[in-house]
């Protein structure tokens, strides 16, 4: 199994220009998450998704959008790119083991690192 | 909302010393708590986790963890570090209801450096 792969692994891009990050993952989870990682802030939660079809924002979601039109993918796309969006953009996907006493544990891609100028 | 906090920003060590990270969160139910570690230019890897039971939980390399639900918190422990867990670790805390509704999702403290010298 590959787990978590990201695409691409390194990108500059202009502010105003777009881009979109592809995240997959070969082991049939259903919740999908994406984070972004800034310096002496850890990560932050961007949106995620808990199944085909769906998704939620979460703790900084503005200027991203997601889509998860199949299940082993999800998508985070930047619409018009600013310099603070300049971050590294970690991927990772869970599954629930117990429905009465939800359990998880998130496996991490290997990260994206965007500049924006 | 839930926060995380890290005490130390960055910790640097010898070789052989004793090492304890400190991490603390606020929410006052029901929690899984989490360390992670980051080796430099690598993506996130799990060092231990705790979902109940004993609070003393161990993880790979030697690492082991103490949840403290009083304090709130769930300190990082080795008794002696290597060069090699030079690496950036942060500890992450999910709420538990029942039904699932919190999706998995984690709250992340602000990651602690730690740099040990040979």
């Known amino acids: 199994n590959a787990g978590v792969t990201q695409t691409p692994k390194f990108r500059v891009l202009k502010t105003g220009q777009s881009m979109t990050l592809l995240c997959a993952q070969d082991?049939?989870?259903?919740?999908m998450y994406w984070y972004r990682q800034d310096p002496g802030m850890g990560l932050r939660l961007i949106h995620y998704?808990?199944?085909?079809?769906?998704?939620a924002k979460g703790e900084v979601p503005d200027g991203y959008n997601v889509s998860r039109l199949k299940k082993q993918n999800f998508l985070l796309g930047l619409e018009s790119a600013a310099p603070s969006q300049t971050s590294v953009y970690f991927c990772?996907?869970?599954?629930?083991?117990?429905?009465?006493?939800?359990?998880?544990?998130?496996?991490f891609g290997p990260g994206t690192r965007l500049t924006v100028t | 909302a839930q926060s995380v906090s890290q005490h130390n920003h960055h910790v640097i060590l010898s070789e052989a010393a004793s090492l304890e990270l400190g991490c603390n969160y606020s929410?006052?139910?029901?929690?899984?708590l989490f360390w992670y570690v980051q080796y430099p230019g690598q993506h996130l890897q799990l060092l231990l986790k705790?979902?109940?039971?004993?609070?003393l939980v161990k993880g790979i390399k030697g690492f082991e963890a103490e949840f403290i639900k009083s304090k709130f918190s769930f300190n990082l422990r080795k008794p002696s570090v290597q060069w090699s867990d030079t690496a950036e670790y942060f500890c992450?805390?999910?709420?538990?209801?029942?039904?699932?509704?919190?999706?998995?999702?984690?709250?992340f403290g602000q990651g602690t450096i730690l740099t040990v010298h040979p």
């Open positions: 992450a805390v999910k709420e538990t209801n029942a039904g699932g509704t919190s999706y998995g999702k984690l709250t």
């Open positions: 705790y979902f109940s039971g004993d609070p």
């Open positions: 990772a996907s869970s599954y629930l083991t117990d429905r009465v006493y939800p359990i998880y544990e998130q496996y």
């Open positions: 929410y006052g139910g029901t929690v899984n």
């Open positions: 082991m049939n989870h259903e919740y």
């Open positions: 998704s808990v199944g085909e079809g769906t998704t």
